[in-house]
């Protein structure tokens, strides 16, 4: 899941990079810049259990969700369809294939209590 996953958005990292510097600026590329300017918490430190670690990565998949269509609608207002059509068909279609995706592996867990004192049966 995970490598599919992260091998996937460092493409789409690559295509907004590349239409970044086509449109004359400047893309950020250091992991410390790039942590300075998200929008997406940082996990704490240690370790998280695996449904905590999916619920986090769904969290982010829907702020890159609904940064893209701001960011698409804006692009198709000022006629910069190049933009708009590389954020709906590279970046909003994957971020919404994968959350979906990491959304069917998230089960709600029932709390299971052990009870005080073990239940007899009939026949014991």
């Not at 971020?95 to 998230?106: G, I, K, P, S, T």
Request: contains cysteine; aromatic residues 2%.
């Amino acid at each position: 899941l995970h490598d599919k996953h992260y091998s996937e958005q460092v493409e789409i990292v690559d295509t907004i990079a590349e239409r970044i510097q086509l449109l004359g600026g400047v893309a950020i590329a250091m992991a410390p810049d790039v942590a300075e300017t998200t929008q997406i918490e940082r996990p704490p430190r240690g370790r998280e259990e695996v449904p905590v670690v999916l619920s986090r990565l769904l969290d982010a998949h829907q702020i890159i969700i609904r940064e893209c269509r701001q960011i698409a609608d804006k692009a198709d207002k000022i006629g910069d369809h190049g933009t708009n059509d590389m954020v709906v068909s590279d970046v909003l279609r994957a971020n919404e294939l994968q959350a979906w995706f990491v959304n069917e592996h998230l089960v709600e867990t029932p709390l299971v209590h052990a009870s005080a004192e073990p239940t007899m049966n009939a026949a014991d």
